[in-house]
């Protein structure tokens, strides 16, 4: 079904057996095609994959990490180096996360008050600050097309009045990340917290969607809480969200978890394993992983997945790979991180032709059985 043009974000189809939609986001440098997933390039760089190889996945977007590049190589050299986009030698849109999400990751090297976080450096110790409109400011001079707000993220066996808290400095923070913003050709998506707690989902949501940001994001899940609780809570805070602006599941996930989050509405993802994965001989395929280290696959001469049209797939063996990852050659985790990379982009346009043809549904109740 098509739907009316909106702002920067456009909704062509919708999927009548799921709340499953197919849309495009215009961005400053180019559209993306969503569901999209966004491979993390935390510190300016995809590990292991150039931008032309990366591009050569089907990727649209790309993501960066605010407070990683803040500690190396700084706001100031990024600048002077001409921007993230020239740094990264992406022209494409990318995406920063605002450092929120290492209040969690770097819990035991933080301080955290009402204003912001203190850092200890995870490099040298260095005391580094972000607050909600530092963390703003420096987003907007890194030149992302789309910003975060500043959140806290929190360990999901937090108590309640720890996570009242946290959500509370959210929504103060993202007011005060709405107020700094500075850069109109940036859109500000606002992040919803609330743990597992569906009260405080919807309390943090109601008062997000009052401030009207340009999109929403569901940050604080695939922390621990397990895929039933993160499903569960992505469906409830995505019907309290604005349906004409985009959704976006923060650190998500397996393929298993984005068809289950697609289906419940979400339209972005970003998430660490094709990657990380990939450096360490898994390989995600239709029919379940392989594991490459495996003695199984010393004369295997099949590639990783028949009919995956990756460069990995098209010149590499099983039994290839595995005797890169165990002489320690550099290669091996970059051809499975290409062939992940390949593999998640192709689910992703898996989906996006099925809600066209309103299958998605369907299909997605037999996957996710």
């Known amino acids: 079904m098509y739907e009316e043009k909106m702002s920067d974000f456009e909704i062509l189809y919708r999927d009548g057996g799921s709340s499953g939609r197919r849309g495009i986001l215009t961005t400053s440098h180019g559209q993306v095609e969503t569901p999209a997933f966004m491979p993390v390039g935390t510190t300016g760089t995809v590990k292991g994959i150039n931008p032309q190889q990366l591009k050569e996945t089907g990727a649209d977007i790309v993501l960066a990490n605010t407070y990683h590049l803040l500690v190396r190589p700084g706001v100031d050299t990024v600048e002077a180096l001409g921007g993230l986009h020239k740094l990264m030698a992406w022209q494409g849109p990318?995406?920063?996360?605002?450092?929120?999400?290492?209040?969690?990751?770097?819990?035991?090297?933080?301080?955290v008050d009402d204003d912001g976080v203190?850092?200890?450096?995870?490099?040298?110790?260095?005391?580094?600050?972000?607050?909600?409109?530092?963390?703003?400011?420096?987003?907007?001079?890194?030149?992302?097309?789309?910003?975060?707000?500043?959140?806290?993220?929190?360990d999901f066996r937090c108590d309640e009045a720890q996570l009242k808290k946290a959500v509370a400095r959210t929504i103060r923070w993202s007011q005060q990340c709405k107020q700094a913003h500075a850069n109109d050709k940036q859109m500000l998506f606002a992040i919803v917290q609330g743990g597992i707690n569906r009260d405080l989902r919807s309390y943090c949501t109601e008062e997000l969607v009052k401030l009207d940001f340009d999109g929403y994001a569901i940050g604080g899940l695939s922390v621990g809480e397990g895929h039933k609780d993160m499903i569960k809570t992505v469906t409830h805070t995505?019907?309290?969200?604005?349906?004409?602006?985009?959704?976006?599941l923060m650190g998500v996930g397996t393929p298993g978890d984005i068809i289950a989050a697609v289906k419940a509405g979400v339209d972005m993802f970003d998430c660490v394993l094709p990657?990380?994965?990939?450096?360490?001989?898994?390989?995600?395929?239709?029919?379940?992983?392989?594991?490459?280290?495996?003695?199984?696959?010393?004369?295997?001469?099949?590639?990783?997945?028949?009919?995956?049209?990756?460069?990995?797939?098209?010149?590499?063996?099983?039994?290839?790979?595995?005797?890169?990852?165990?002489?320690?050659?550099?290669?091996?985790?970059?051809?499975?991180?290409?062939?992940?990379?390949r593999f998640y982009q192709s689910l992703m346009g898996k989906i996006r032709e099925l809600i066209e043809k309103n299958e998605f549904g369907k299909w997605a109740a037999k996957e996710l059985k």
């Open 275 to 341: 990657t990380r994965n990939g450096r360490n001989a898994f390989a995600f395929t239709e029919n379940g992983p392989l594991r490459l280290r495996n003695n199984a696959h010393i004369n295997d001469t099949r590639p990783i997945e028949a009919g995956c049209d990756c460069y990995c797939c098209n010149n590499f063996s099983r039994g290839a790979l595995r005797h890169f990852f165990n002489v320690g050659e550099m290669l091996g985790p970059i051809l499975v991180s290409l062939h992940n990379l």
């Open 118 to 154: 203190e850092f200890a450096s995870h490099v040298d110790g260095a005391k580094i600050y972000l607050n909600a409109e530092t963390a703003t400011t420096i987003q907007n001079r890194l030149g992302a097309d789309i910003i975060m707000c500043f959140d806290e993220c929190t």
């Open 94 to 111: 990318i995406l920063t996360d605002s450092g929120g999400y290492q209040i969690f990751s770097l819990s035991g090297l933080t301080k």
């Open 238 to 248: 995505v019907q309290e969200l604005p349906d004409e602006k985009p959704r976006y």
